[in-house]
């Protein structure tokens, strides 16, 4: 009889093996894109992350000096009044450029659906355009078409269910009915 055997293959190497190397096809357009993008990003992210560390830096050395003697608690309040004032400005600046992107894009979107209609005009150019006595011909024409398809299709649903009355008269036999009276 046949008894499973298990068999275990080490693979012991003198000397210095290098696997073989996989190919990875270059990447694609989009791929290349998404790459810049996400570079992009943790860019602005590390750029984010350094100034937030140096306000933090910044604002525990003035808490230090505050500690220390080497500063007034009026000082430290200045200072921060002045960092609330910075940060408001920049925050207004960064309102001030976003609206200026939102109003570029609804700009650009404006021609760009301008465009769109041109193009498609310049396609639709060639088709005529119907008057309002040309647009209720058509609507009578189509409406008579249906009415007429509806009398057809009724027409032979009322010819269908007559016949059909007809084949159940002529399969059932009349059931005769006898006039006895039962006495009590």
Same mark, same amino acid.
């Given at each position: ?10 693979? &012991? ?35 984010? &992350? ?51 992107? &939102? ?8 021609? *760009? ?15 005529? *355009? ?34 059909? &009355? ?19």
């Amino acid at each position: 009889m046949f008894r499973p055997h298990s068999k275990s293959i080490h693979l &012991n190497f003198i000397g210095h093996f290098e696997l073989p190397k996989e190919e990875t096809p270059p990447p694609t357009e989009a791929e290349l894109i998404e790459q810049e993008l996400r570079r992009k990003k943790l860019e602005y992210q590390r750029e984010a &992350n350094k100034r937030w560390y140096a306000k933090k830096r910044q604002e525990e050395e003035w808490q230090r000096r505050l500690e220390a003697g080497e500063i007034s608690e009026e000082e430290l309040l200045a200072h921060k009044q002045e960092l609330l004032a910075k940060e408001e400005a920049e925050k207004e600046q960064r309102v001030q450029k976003q609206q200026e992107r &939102n109003r570029y894009a609804r700009e650009w979107a404006k021609k *760009k659906r301008a465009k769109l209609k041109a193009e498609k005009e310049a396609e639709t150019a060639h088709i005529p *355009k119907l008057t309002a006595e040309e647009k209720k011909q058509r609507k009578r024409e189509k409406h008579r078409v249906y009415s007429l398809e509806w009398y057809h299709k009724n027409q032979a649903k009322k010819k269908a269910e007559k016949l059909a &009355n007809e084949a159940q008269a002529v399969a059932k036999p009349p059931i005769e009915t006898s006039k006895t009276s039962i006495a009590l």
